[in-house]
């Protein structure tokens, strides 16, 4: 757990408004740094406004930053990015089925091998979504195809997984079979993670280490590690090591 | 299942109703055969002209007029449209002359056209060109720019050509959309190629219309309304088929594939 991934150095982001003559600027992110090694599961957890989605955007290059600097030391296979990204919501494609929606990366990519879609088939197994291969996204349920989008992110095996509040918009009880999900799929394939979220529960059943962010303007207030130990379930939660870890994350965003 | 046939049921009775009223109010009142002839007569009449291939000659002549310049008003108006919703500068460059086009009744064109182009094909075409380009227009930029911004972000991610951004996602992501304008614009067709054919034509279902009504042939004028009422259906119910296929996936198809 050393070999740095992701490496963030001084990462500003300003956005500008207004005319010419009267421009505003509002600093979005100021002065970000932190790393992410590999094979962990880091999350970057702050209130709404703190920049986090920003951030992962300015990391998987869909931003610029107005300075400072993303380096990202993996590479992924072929043609392929070096990570995988799984929005808020599922972004599938409603005219192709749940498989070929997982295969879709391969369309784009104009490269895809036998073991690639095994590769997806195990994928569908580990997601518990064996038999929905062939529905179509209106005919699953807002968890499902978060799953397939998941899926999708992983299919051409990126060494990250880049996270934007993935389950931000289910229900709670969704939320947590989901948060389940995930971390088989991260027990058994291991991808550097890093997870934007604004439920402190969730980032701290889930992830190694915690990035708390604040607002105004957005900035990394403190690096959190969580200790507790994997492969973990539903039952950490009623520990008193989670419950502390919750408290004192509490008592940063206050 | 039981519901689907009562509703069959009553609306051919509608039917027989609604002709019995008018063959007994015909009947009642003495009203003369040019101005309100019987349901029989206007029937006789309908079946005579199909037999004798009136309908057929008249209305091949405007469903290739509407045809052709269907397909090139909605061309240009996808075209039009696709390049508005990518470019703001283009967009707005176009925007006034588009509104001024669009608040003109385009039927109040036609003199102007038969000054400059005669009686014949062009002014019809140009008609039609120009009622089909609007509606296409103004959905294939609302398809376009509907399309939420995560699907654009994706396409970025798995750095997509501009080619497949376009053709795997962008139009696929807007067909609901342009199909509805297409649905849109072929009602407007329908209805220029009729009012171009009424003072621009001397053939053509819009053209029989005139000639039954200066006759006055009310049996000639009913039966020729009939066949423009057919012809609409047709070419509407074709391009809600092209729709059914195409959208499949789509909410507003969900009611009839999985509904029954």
């Known amino acids: ?254 | 299942m039981g519901k689907k046939i009562f509703i069959v049921i009553l609306s051919i009775v509608f039917l027989f109703v609604f002709i019995g009223f008018w063959k007994g109010y015909v009947t009642l009142n003495n009203v003369p055969a040019f101005i309100l002839p019987p349901p029989e007569a206007v029937a006789q009449s309908f079946v005579s002209l199909i037999r004798d291939g009136t309908f057929f000659a008249e209305g091949w002549v405007t469903l290739y007029t509407i045809i052709i310049g269907f397909g090139i008003g909605s061309g240009l108006g996808f075209f039009a449209g696709y390049f508005s919703a990518r470019s703001r500068v283009f967009e707005e460059i176009i925007s006034p002359y588009v509104m001024l086009i669009q608040a003109t009744p385009k039927v109040s064109l036609i003199p102007l056209f038969v000054i400059w182009f005669g009686l014949g094909m062009p002014s019809k075409l140009l008609l039609i060109v120009l009622s089909a380009f609007f509606p296409v227009m103004i959905n294939t930029i609302l398809g376009m720019r509907s399309i939420p911004e995560d699907y654009e972000n994706l396409m970025t991610i798995l750095h997509a050509s501009e080619r497949s951004r376009v053709l795997k996602m962008k139009i696929p992501m807007a067909t609901p959309q342009i199909m509805a304008g297409l649905k849109i614009a072929m009602v407007q067709s329908v209805i220029g190629a009729i009012v171009s054919e009424w003072m621009a034509g001397d053939q053509g279902l819009g053209y029989l219309l005139v000639y039954a009504s200066s006759l006055y042939d009310a049996n000639l004028l009913m039966s020729a309304i009939l066949a423009t009422t057919f012809l609409g259906l047709i070419l509407y119910w074709s391009i809600e088929l092209v729709e059914k296929r195409l959208l499949f996936w789509h909410e507003s198809r969900v009611a009839f594939t999985e509904g029954t």
């Open chain 1, 1 to 254: 757990m050393s070999e740095i991934i992701v490496d963030v150095k001084n990462v500003r982001k300003i956005f500008t408004s207004g005319t010419k003559k009267e421009r505003k600027e509002f600093s979005a992110l100021e002065a970000v740094s932190f790393t992410v090694s590999k094979g962990e599961f880091v999350s970057l957890l702050g209130p709404s406004g703190c920049g986090k989605s920003t951030l992962l955007k300015i990391i998987s290059g869909l931003l610029p930053a107005s300075s400072g600097a993303v380096s990202i030391s993996e590479t992924g296979a072929k043609k392929a990015p070096p990570f995988g990204f799984v929005f808020q919501d599922s972004v599938l494609l409603p005219w192709r089925t749940a498989f070929d929606n997982a295969l879709f990366p391969f369309e784009i990519m104009g490269s895809k091998e036998k073991a690639d879609e095994a590769r997806v088939k195990e994928l569908f197994g580990l997601a518990k979504l064996n038999g929905f291969e062939s529905s179509y996204p209106r005919q699953l349920s807002g968890g499902m195809k978060q799953r397939v989008s998941i899926v999708r992110a992983l299919s051409y095996n990126p060494p990250i997984l880049l996270m934007d509040e993935p389950f931000g918009a289910l229900d709670a009880i969704t939320r947590d079979n989901l948060n389940n999900v995930l971390l088989e799929i991260w027990e058994s394939t291991r991808k550097t993670v890093l997870f934007v979220t604004h439920s402190i529960s969730e980032a701290v059943y889930l992830s190694d280490r915690i990035i708390v962010m604040g607002t105004k303007p957005g900035r990394v207030i403190k690096e959190v590690p969580v200790n507790l130990p994997r492969p973990r379930n539903e039952d950490v939660k009623l520990t008193p090591e989670f419950y502390a870890s919750v408290k004192e994350l509490r008592e940063l965003l206050k």
